[in-house]
Structures are given as C-alpha cells and as structure tokens.
C-alpha cells in the first residue's frame, strides 16, 4: 500500500474514533469513509486494533519528532519540563479516542501506548535535566522524572472524562508549582 493511502486510512480512522469512539467505529465505516475496499484495511493492518495500533505509532512518532526539535529552544528546565508535560496533556486532549476507552478495546494497545509515552516523556525531560544541570545524582534524576510522569498520568486520569473541558492554564500553573517545588528542593540539599 502506498504511503498516501495508508496515511489516509490512518486519519480516516482517528476522526472516526474521535467522533464515536473505538468501540462503535467498524472496519466497514472506516474503509467506506476512506474511499478503500474492507479487504484493503483487513490486508495491510489486519483488524480494527491493527489500525489503532499503526495510528498510536503515528501519533507517538509525530509527538517525538516535535518534542525534537522544540527542545533545541529550551532555555530553562522548568519550562521545558513543563512544556513537555504540556505538550504531552495536549496530545491527548487534541486526539480525543486516546481518552475514549482504549483499554477496553485492547490492553495491550493501551498499556503499550502509556509505556511510550512515559519512556519517551522520561528521555526528553531526562535530556533537560542532564542539559541544565550537572549535580543530580542518578538515583535523585529517575525520582524527579517518575514523579513528574505519575503526576501527570495522575491528571490524565483525572480529566478522562472531560478532556474538551479542561483548564489548561490551571493544569500549566500546578505543574509549574510542582516542577519548580522538586528543582528548587534538589537545589537546596
């Protein structure tokens, strides 16, 4: 299958899901929305959590390629940890079947997902930190970057269901308070 296609069928799905969900999207909605034969989709990815998956990459994929670049800015680790944890939050607030229940969908798919992302969100903020400061001790690093990440999939959790109706300013402010309270704290012992 070509690029093209492929990336076609891969959005045609996303705005499916983000519409009426995992569970409700079929592999005939999507291969009827996406102008390509059910045969096609069943082919090239197998199944409907075949398509998930190939678009959790995606996203993941699109989401580390931007944290790249961006990070090249950053001049001040608070700020790029927040950003991070920021940026993170809007991935999923900006691809609404993240939050639609995937668990129930396939476990695996999810748990793998949430595993990425925390891999992924720990390497960026850990590449801040190593980039801003030199006296952290590793064992100090793994505990500033793992409450960072429980924390945030602390706020994911909670905003589940109302993901179109948070306060980001609110979540941005905490977040500070809580990477400034951990820095600042490091700095003092």
């Given at each position: 299958?070509?690029?093209?296609k492929?990336?076609k069928?891969?959005r045609?799905a996303?705005?499916?899901?983000?519409?009426?969900?995992?569970?409700k999207t079929?592999?005939?909605?999507?291969a009827s929305s996406a102008h390509v034969?059910?045969?096609t989709i069943?082919?090239n990815?197998?199944?409907?959590?075949g398509?998930?998956?190939?678009?959790?990459?995606?996203?993941i994929?699109?989401f580390?390629?931007?944290?790249?670049?961006?990070?090249q800015?950053i001049?001040?680790p608070?700020?790029?940890?927040?950003?991070v944890?920021?940026?993170?939050?809007?991935l999923i607030?900006?691809s609404?079947f993240?939050?639609d229940?995937?668990?129930?969908?396939?476990?695996m798919?999810?748990?793998s997902?949430?595993?990425?992302?925390?891999?992924l969100?720990?390497?960026?903020m850990?590449r801040?930190?190593?980039?801003?400061?030199?006296?952290?001790?590793?064992?100090?690093r793994k505990?500033?970057?793992?409450t960072?990440?429980?924390?945030l999939?602390g706020?994911e959790q909670?905003?589940?269901?109302?993901?179109?109706?948070?306060?980001?300013?609110k979540?941005?402010?905490?977040?500070?308070?809580l990477?400034?309270?951990?820095?600042?704290r490091?700095?003092h012992?």
């Amino acid at each position: 299958m070509n690029k093209n296609k492929h990336l076609k069928i891969l959005r045609t799905a996303e705005a499916l899901f983000n519409r009426f969900g995992i569970k409700k999207t079929a592999v005939d909605d999507i291969a009827s929305s996406a102008h390509v034969a059910k045969g096609t989709i069943y082919n090239n990815f197998g199944s409907k959590e075949g398509i998930l998956g190939a678009l959790l990459k995606d996203k993941i994929g699109s989401f580390e390629g931007m944290m790249e670049s961006a990070i090249q800015n950053i001049k001040d680790p608070v700020e790029g940890l927040k950003f991070v944890l920021i940026e993170r939050l809007k991935l999923i607030q900006n691809s609404p079947f993240l939050s639609d229940q995937v668990i129930r969908v396939d476990d695996m798919t999810f748990n793998s997902l949430v595993e990425d992302l925390d891999r992924l969100v720990r390497t960026i903020m850990g590449r801040i930190l190593d980039r801003f400061t030199d006296t952290i001790s590793i064992p100090d690093r793994k505990r500033i970057l793992d409450t960072l990440v429980y924390q945030l999939r602390g706020i994911e959790q909670s905003i589940r269901g109302a993901i179109s109706v948070i306060d980001t300013e609110k979540i941005e402010q905490d977040l500070d308070y809580l990477i400034g309270m951990i820095i600042s704290r490091r700095a003092h012992k």
